[in-house]
C-alpha cells in the first residue's frame, strides 16, 4: 500500500468501508486532509472506568457488572428494553429505546462492559441508549478504560461521532508530520500558540482541556488572520496601484455648499465632513464607511461629498438598493439644488428606452454632475466622463462585486472614484473590524434638532381591537398611519420570515405551517370593515405593479390616503413626515435590525412617533429580542445586541459579504483573538504588502485559497 498523503481519498484508508467511504465524501470530507480538519464541536470527559458506586451523573462512564433482571416496556410511543447491570458495589440502570430485539442477546446472568453518559435515575444511575461490550467466559477480559477528554465531531446518522473518531484516530499519526505550518515558529512563539500539526493534535487527541483551549486559539486566530491579511492587503493595493481624483475642500466650496442648506449641520455632522473631506483632497482613494441612525443625516454627507466633486467639474454618483429610494433622493437633492448650476441625473430600470439613452448620453459626455440611481449605475452600457465620488446607500444590500463594479466606473486606466458606503444598520463593533476592515468608520451618533424619540409599546395579539381603535384617533387627529405584516396574502410569506418561524412555531406549540400568517389581504379587510372604515386605507407590496405602488406612496406622501398597509417594501427609502403611528403585527416573524429599520419610518416630523410592537412572545429569544426593541432607541446597542442572539451566521452570509463563514472563531467572542490579527495582520501588509518573500509562499497560498475570489485578491498577491 502506498504511504498516506493529504490527498490520499478516504476510501484507501484501511478499514473504512466503501459504504463509509461515500458517507464522509458526502460530508464533504473526502480526504485525509478534510478529516484532519474536521473538528470535535465538543469534548465529553470520559470517566475511567470504575464500580458503580464510584460514578458520577453528567459524564460518560464505563463499568462492567452482570445482568440481573430484564424487560420490555410497550407503553408510550416508543418501545424500550431495560435491564439491570449489578457488580459488587450497587445498581446500573440500563434503557435502550427501540431495541427490543437485545432481549435476544442480554439476558440475566450476561456479564456486560457498558459505556454511555450517566444521569440521575430515582436513587441511582442509568444509561441510555449505551454502547455494549458481551464479556464472554471463554474469551479474555476487556481491558480498562482509562480516563480521557472524548471528542465528540459533527455526524451523520450513517457515519456516528465514534466511527469518525476511529477512522481520524487511525490515520492521524501519519498525517500530522504531513502539515505545513504557514506562520513561522519564532512568531508563534512570540504569542504561545502551538504549530498548526500540534494544534490539531490537541484537538483530535487532547490530553486535558487546557489543551484544547490552546488548539481552539490557534485555530481561531488562523481564521482571524488570514481574513485581516486579505483586507489589509487589499487596502494597501488601492492605496498604492490606485488614484482618485484630488478634489478641493477651501473655506469657499464650504461656505456655497452650506448655504443650499435649508438647516444647520448638527454637530455630528459636522464631524464626519471634517474626517470625509480631507480624504477626498487626496489622489489616494478614500474608502469610508458611514454609519448613522435612521433620519440622522447621511443623505446630506452624501450630498457634500457629491457637491465637491461637482465643483470640480467631476461627477458624483448615488447607487441605492431599490427605485422608491433613488426616486426620493433625486427629488430630495433636486430640491435642496433648485436653481444651481449642478446638473443631476436619475437613472433606474423602469425609465422608458428613448429616455434612458438620453440620460447614459448626458452621464458619457459629463453633464450630469450627480447621477442617483439603482444597480443600473452597473450595466456595461453606463460610461461616466469623469467619476470622482461613488456613494452607495445601504451597502448591506449590495454584494462585494456590485460594489467593486461602480468602483470600477473611473474613466481613466488605474483610476477609481473616492468610495463612501452609508448604512442606517448599526454595525457591532467586531464586525466592523472583519467585513469592514478595509474601510474607515465615520458614525452619526446624534439626531437633527426637534426630532423627537419614537415610543414603542409591546403588546399582545388580542389588544389589536385596541390597537387599531386607537389608530382611527391618530388619523382624526390629522396624522397617518403605517401597518407593516409579514406577508402578501394567505399562504404567500417572505423568505427573510423563515429564520424566526422555527422559534415561534416551537413557542406556540404549532407547526408553523398552521400558524395563520398576518398578510396585507387580511388586514386590509379588517380595517376597511372595522376601525378604519370609510378612511383612505391603501396597500403597498412587492407583488403589485411598481406604477401602482409609486401611486399609493405619492398619495400616502400627499395626506390623500391615511393608512398604508404594507409589507417590508417600506423597510427603507420611504418619509413621511405626517406618519406619526407604526403597528407591526406578528413582530415576533420579523428580525431585530428589521424591526428597528421600520420603526424609523415614523416620528420624522416634529409631532414624534409611536410604534406598536404586536406580537406573540411565548419563545424566550423572540421575547428578548423584542423587549430589546421596546426598550431602547438607540440602533448602535440593538446591533450589538442582535449579533449577541443571532451569531455571525447571517452577518457573514456570502449574499452580504461574499465571505466564508468561520468554523472556529466566534465574534464577540474572539473579539481580543480579533484585535490581535488585526494588529499583525496591520504590521505584516506594512513590511511585505505583497507577500512576495519566499518564506510566506504558503501563507499566500492559503490566504488566496480562503479568500482570494470574495476579497477580489487576484490582482493584489
Not at 189 to 194: E, L
Request: glycine content about 6%.
Amino acid at each position: 500500500m502506498p504511504p498516506l498523503s493529504l490527498t490520499t481519498p478516504v476510501a484507501a484508508i484501511p478499514g473504512v468501508r466503501a459504504a463509509e467511504a461515500f458517507a464522509l465524501r458526502d460530508m464533504g470530507l473526502p480526504s485525509v486532509a478534510h478529516l484532519v480538519q474536521h473538528l470535535p464541536h465538543r469534548h465529553e470527559f470520559e470517566q475511567a472506568e470504575a464500580p458503580v458506586l464510584d460514578l458520577g451523573a453528567g459524564n460518560v462512564i464505563s463499568t462492567r457488572g452482570e445482568v440481573t433482571a430484564t424487560r420490555i416496556v410497550t407503553r408510550g410511543s416508543r418501545p424500550r428494553f431495560e435491564a439491570v447491570l449489578l457488580d459488587h458495589t450497587g445498581r446500573l440502570d440500563l434503557v435502550w429505546f427501540n431495541q427490543t430485539f437485545l432481549k435476544n442477546t442480554i439476558h440475566p446472568g450476561v456479564r456486560l462492559r457498558v459505556q454511555g453518559k450517566a444521569k440521575r435515575y430515582h436513587a441511582g444511575l442509568q444509561l441510555t441508549n449505551p454502547k455494549y461490550q458481551v464479556i464472554k467466559d471463554d474469551h479474555p477480559e476487556p481491558a480498562r478504560a482509562e480516563a480521557r477528554l472524548r471528542p465528540v465531531y459533527p455526524a451523520t446518522a450513517e457515519l456516528p461521532s465514534e466511527r469518525i473518531e476511529g477512522i481520524i484516530a487511525s490515520i492521524l499519526n501519519e498525517a500530522l508530520p504531513l502539515i505545513n505550518d504557514h506562520l513561522p515558529v519564532a512568531f508563534l512563539k512570540d504569542r504561545d500558540m502551538p504549530t498548526l500539526a500540534d494544534a490539531y493534535r490537541m484537538m483530535h487527541a487532547p490530553e486535558g482541556e487546557e489543551q484544547t483551549r490552546h488548539a481552539r486559539r490557534r485555530l481561531a486566530y488562523d481564521e482571524l488572520l488570514l481574513l485581516q491579511l486579505g483586507v489589509h492587503l487589499r487596502r494597501e493595493h488601492l492605496r498604492r496601484q490606485h488614484r482618485a481624483p484630488m478634489l478641493r475642500w477651501t473655506t469657499a466650496i464650504d461656505e456655497r455648499i452650506r448655504k443650499r442648506l435649508p438647516f444647520t449641520l448638527t454637530a455630528a455632522q459636522d464631524r464626519v465632513i471634517r474626517e470625509l473631506a480631507p480624504d477626498l483632497t487626496k489622489a489616494t482613494p478614500a474608502n469610508r464607511l458611514i454609519q448613522g441612525e435612521v433620519g440622522s443625516g447621511k443623505t446630506v454627507i452624501a450630498l457634500y461629498a457629491m457637491l465637491m466633486a461637482a465643483a470640480e467639474g467631476h461627477q458624483a454618483a448615488l447607487m441605492a438598493p431599490t427605485e422608491v429610494l433613488a426616486e426620493q433622493h433625486f427629488a430630495s437633492i433636486s430640491r435642496l439644488l433648485e436653481g444651481s448650476r449642478v446638473s443631476i441625473e436619475l437613472l433606474t430600470g423602469s425609465l422608458a428606452p428613448d429616455e434612458h439613452r438620453a440620460a447614459l448620453g448626458r452621464i458619457a459626455s459629463g453633464k450630469a454632475s450627480i447621477v442617483i440611481g439603482t444597480h443600473a449605475l452597473i450595466s456595461d452600457a453606463v460610461a461616466f466622463d469623469s467619476l470622482a465620488v461613488a456613494i452607495i446607500d445601504e451597502q448591506h444590500r449590495f454584494g462585494v462585486h456590485q460594489r467593486a463594479t461602480l468602483r470600477a466606473k473611473a474613466s481613466e486606466p488605474d483610476s477609481v472614484p473616492h468610495t463612501v458606503v452609508m448604512t442606517a444598520t448599526p454595525i457591532p463593533r467586531t464586525v466592523s473590524l472583519t467585513i469592514f476592515g478595509d474601510l474607515d468608520v465615520s458614525t452619526l451618533d446624534a439626531l437633527p434638532p426637534g426630532r423627537k424619540p419614537i415610543r414603542t409599546r409591546l403588546v399582545d395579539p388580542a389588544t389589536l381591537p385596541e390597537v387599531d381603535a386607537y389608530a382611527r384617533t391618530r388619523i382624526e387627529k390629522g396624522e397617518q398611519v403605517f401597518y407593516v405584516v409579514p406577508a402578501v396574502g394567505p399562504g404567500v410569506g417572505a423568505p427573510e420570515f423563515e429564520q424566526f418561524s422555527e422559534a415561534r412555531a416551537s413557542a406556540s406549540g404549532t407547526p408553523d405551517s398552521e400558524v395563520p400568517i398576518a398578510n396585507v389581504a387580511a388586514t386590509l379587510r379588517r380595517l376597511t370593515e372595522g376601525a378604519l372604515a370609510g378612511l383612505r386605507v391603501e396597500p403597498v407590496h412587492a407583488q403589485m405593479r411598481r406604477a401602482d405602488r409609486d401611486r399609493a406612496m405619492s398619495r400616502f406622501r400627499a395626506g390623500e390616503v391615511h393608512a398604508i398597509v404594507a409589507t417590508t417594501v417600506i423597510e427603507v427609502g420611504v418619509d413621511v413626515p405626517n406618519a406619526t403611528l407604526m403597528v407591526i403585527e406578528q413582530a415576533e416573524r420579523f428580525g431585530l435590525a428589521q424591526l428597528h429599520q421600520l420603526r424609523g419610518r415614523v416620528g420624522r416630523g416634529t409631532k414624534g412617533g409611536v410604534c406598536v410592537l404586536v406580537a406573540d412572545t411565548t419563545s424566550p429569544t423572540a421575547e428578548k429580542r423584542l423587549k430589546s426593541v421596546a426598550g431602547t432607541t438607540d440602533g448602535f446597542a440593538l446591533a450589538e445586541v442582535d449579533f449577541e442572539l443571532r451569531g455571525p451566521g447571517n452577518i457573514f452570509s456570502s449574499r452580504q459579504s461574499g465571505l466564508p463563514p468561520f468554523r472556529v472563531a466566534e465574534l464577540p467572542r474572539d473579539t481580543e483573538l480579533l484585535l490581535l490579527a488585526r494588529r499583525d495582520a496591520q504590521s505584516w501588509v506594512a513590511r511585505s504588502p505583497d507577500l512576495a518573500d519566499p518564506g510566506e509562499t504558503l501563507l499566500r497560498s492559503r490566504l488566496m485559497k480562503t479568500y482570494g475570489k470574495s476579497l477580489g485578491l487576484g490582482d493584489v498577491a
